[in-house]
Nanobody, 113 residues
Framework: QVQLVESGGGLVQPGGSLRLSCAAS????????MSWVRQAPGKGLEWVSE????????YYADSVKGRFTGSRDNAKNTLYLQMNSLKPKETALYYC??????WGRGHQVTVTS
């Protein structure tokens, strides 16, 4: 069955960096756009980034532009999000999603001193 499994989150100080990964299985990963969405405590869902199926085009929310970089390795069926200069308000559950409607379970990122 379709699975999206995020990893790489955790605790980081403000200004620090993390790289999230999302391992995909059960569908033809290379055929679909992929996105990252986050949800801060007590807040709604916020779209963060999207990458096209081939990996040549990426799109970002204004709030992360210039600090986050999305990429993918279709040979490894894996999506990535490099997050730099992290801010405390970016503490959230980060979800990996596919354009065919699948979502991962989410992975916690906590930015705190």
């Amino acid at each position: 069955q379709v699975q999206l499994v995020e990893s790489g989150g955790g605790l980081v100080q403000p200004g620090g960096s993390l790289r999230l990964s999302c391992a995909a299985s059960g569908f033809t990963f290379s055929s679909y756009y992929m996105s990252w969405v986050r949800q801060a405590p007590g807040k709604g869902l916020e779209w963060v980034s999207e990458i096209n199926s081939g990996g040549g085009s990426t799109y970002y929310a204004d709030s992360v532009k210039g600090r986050f970089t999305g990429s993918r390795d279709n040979a490894k069926n894996t999506l990535y999000l490099q997050m730099n200069s992290l801010k405390p308000k970016e503490t959230a559950l980060y979800y990996c999603t596919a354009s065919q409607g699948s979502w991962g379970r989410g992975h916690q990122v906590t930015v705190t001193s």
